[in-house]
């Protein structure tokens, strides 16, 4: 059996999805309605600081996708590192962030996926790192702002991002959870090309087939809609994050992807294509994911 934790989050949901076309899979649950109903989605609730429903998640499980996304609970990352030694686990596939390979990359969020990597290399169980790029989802963001005005805000218009689409981290992520031969290997898993936030708006644009206004944010004015949403130090992390793709560290696109997957990774003109009604006047309220 695979467990997927994260299940209801951005790359968990596509990976339960993939999986589930060709095996039963476990998906953990957390405070989202979880959208699969019976087999072969076994779903099950559990919180990373609940250790019994980690212990009662792992039971009887091969290999584990794991995802945590709180920089400020690196214990959500150590339980369940515990839970799967304990029930005996064989493989953690860990979707991390390409940051970590950048020496210049000393911020929160970067210096606890680097330590969550620590903790798995220091377990004993085998282990894969999933390193994406920055996720082309993160323009849904936008959606509001688009819908409403036609107007895309973001900050640092000219830095070049080789952004990746959350499907093809899923899709990597089933190869390495179904396939021999990934045990102790970190796979950098970018897009196919480096594109600005100006630029991507320019696509957007030309596939809703309307005009949009950019508008820069300057670093203070990107911090306060940030920290609306985040813990301050997680508010701050992001920001300094975006400035090292404003120094060029994030542009390189990498083929370690399409080997994986045995075709080019997915452009931003098809992610767009394929979500545009998210960005479309009508689209119902609440941002999606
Ligand atoms: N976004 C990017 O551009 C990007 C780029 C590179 C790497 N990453 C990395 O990707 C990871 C996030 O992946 P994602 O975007 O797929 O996730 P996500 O959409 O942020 O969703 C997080 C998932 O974790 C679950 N979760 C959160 N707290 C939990 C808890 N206490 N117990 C059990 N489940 C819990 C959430 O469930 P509930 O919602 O029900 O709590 C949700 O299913 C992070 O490690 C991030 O650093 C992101």
Request: aromatic letters at 4%; hydrophobic letters at 45%; glycine letters at 6%.
């Amino acid at each position: 059996m695979i467990l997927v934790t994260g299940a209801t989050g951005t790359i968990g949901r596509h990976v339960v999805d993939v999986l589930s076309r060709t095996r039963p899979v476990r998906a953990l649950v957390h405070d989202r309605q979880a959208p699969w109903e019976g087999a072969p989605v076994q779903v099950v609730r559990g919180d990373y600081a609940d250790p019994r429903t980690l212990a009662a998640a792992m039971d009887g499980v091969r290999a584990v996708l794991v995802v945590t996304n709180d920089p400020l609970r690196p214990e959500h990352d150590a339980g369940l590192v515990t839970a799967a030694a304990a029930a005996g686990v064989r493989h953690l596939v860990k979707l991390s962030a390409l940051a970590v390979t950048d020496p210049d990359a000393d911020d929160l969020i970067t210096r606890w996926q680097r330590e969550a990597e620590d903790r798995i290399r220091a377990s004993g169980t085998a282990w894969t790192f999933l390193r994406p790029r920055a996720f082309m989802s993160n323009a849904l963001s936008w959606a509001r702002s688009v819908r409403h005005e036609g107007v895309v805000r973001a900050p640092f218009a000219d830095a070049p991002n080789a952004t990746v689409d959350p499907r093809d981290v899923a899709h990597a992520a089933v190869r390495v959870l179904t396939e021999p031969g990934h045990e102790g290997r970190a796979y950098a898993l970018t897009g196919p090309e480096p594109l600005t936030p100006l630029r991507q708006t320019e696509i957007l644009a030309d596939v809703l087939g309307r005009p949009l206004r950019f508008v820069e944010l300057s670093r203070e004015e990107h911090l306060r809609r940030l920290a609306a949403r985040h813990p301050e130090p997680v508010a701050e992390a992001l920001v300094r994050s975006a400035e090292r793709q404003l120094a060029g560290a994030k542009g390189r696109p990498d083929d370690t992807l399409p080997r994986l997957l045995g075709r080019p990774a997915r452009t931003y003109r098809r992610w767009a294509e394929d979500h545009a009604d998210a960005f479309a006047p009508a689209a119902a309220e609440g941002e999606p994911q």
